[in-house]
């Protein structure tokens, strides 16, 4: 094999109560890799579309670049690569766009040099991208984009990522207003101490996730889908927040809220029929103040990046 085609999945990172600690995949969108093998060793990046010629070619400046660069290391190759990138989603979305492509570009590499790591083992190198990009190598977008599904990430020292199952007719609805969040401005906000009551809440409604995906019981998911310590402080700089997760419970969501980072806004519902009417609610909200956004339904993805070419 010369040459591969791949399609990893944007992703929801928290999930409301998991700050840094839980993530699921999507279906739609997410971004494209094609990669080529070259005879001079090392990563040249062709080109980057959908960007507006905002991120850089220079390899060890790029997030792909960077995980390939040190993927192509580990494995002690002589041999380069050289990649085009399609961007299928916007920069600071909230959906884990430098995720996405960096996740690509990993699991591109190992099928096109014949997978000498297993999947799990390419998490570190995706990781590296996510410190180049936001300054916090952070696995809560990476590693669902990589291992599909619903992901816990227990432990960082040492890194420990456990794989939850998925509900059945579980989906997501996205609204992505035309506004932009940066990763690094929405962390430093968060407050440095919490109070322990706050910790305890936190605590009980991550677990109560959890044991609610376990169970397949969307009642308990959407009671668990409650946090007292990060959205209450970044939900400022999103216009209409409050108003957009009201129209999506009153439209049937089971429960939701931002996405990442923000700007954009998730809600989970029971059935493909509830989530159109759940996107069509969100979406009206920033119609009635005037912000642009997309929207975007998918069932949670849970096979995560494919070869598709």
């Not at 492509?101 to 998490?123: C, D, H, I, M, Y």
């Not at 998925?166 to 207003?177: A, E, G, L």
């Not at 809600?267 to 009417?277: R, V």
Request: glycine share 10%; with cysteine.
């Amino acid at each position: 094999m010369s040459s591969i085609k791949v399609f990893a999945p944007a992703t929801v990172a928290n999930v409301v109560c998991g700050f840094d600690v839980l993530g699921f995949a999507l279906h739609n969108p997410g971004d494209e890799v094609i990669m080529r093998k070259t005879n001079t060793p090392g990563v040249i990046i062709k080109s980057i579309v959908g960007d507006n010629g905002r991120l850089p070619l220079d390899p060890e400046r790029n997030t792909v670049g960077v995980s390939v660069l040190n993927f192509l290391k580990h494995i002690e190759s002589n041999t380069g690569v050289e990649i085009e990138l399609t961007k299928n989603m916007p920069l600071g979305s909230g959906l884990g766009s430098s995720s996405a492509s960096t996740v690509a570009g990993v699991f591109a590499v190992n099928e096109l040099f014949g997978n000498p790591l297993k999947r799990e083992e390419l998490l570190p190198f995706a990781m590296e991208g996510e410190r180049l990009a936001c300054g916090s190598a952070h696995a809560d977008n990476v590693a669902p984009s990589l291992l599909g599904g619903f992901v816990l990430v227990r432990s960082y020292a040492p890194l420990d990522v456990v794989k939850l199952p998925t509900p059945k007719d579980f989906y997501c609805s996205i609204v992505h207003p035309h506004i932009e969040v940066q990763t690094k401005d929405a962390r430093q906000i968060l407050p440095k101490q919490i109070f322990l009551k706050d910790a305890v809440t936190q605590w009980g409604n991550v677990a109560g996730l959890v044991a609610g995906l376990y169970q397949s019981d969307f009642d308990l998911i959407g009671r668990s889908l409650k946090d007292v310590i990060v959205e209450p402080v970044r939900s400022i700089l999103i216009p209409g927040f409050m108003q957009v997760k009201e129209a999506a419970m009153q439209a049937g969501a089971i429960g939701g809220g931002i996405s990442g980072s923000g700007p954009s806004i998730f809600a989970l519902s029971k059935g493909k029929d509830t989530a159109e009417k759940v996107t069509a609610a969100m979406k009206s909200v920033f119609d009635k103040i005037n912000i642009g956004s997309d929207s975007y339904i998918s069932e949670v993805n849970a096979e995560g990046p494919k070869v598709i070419g």
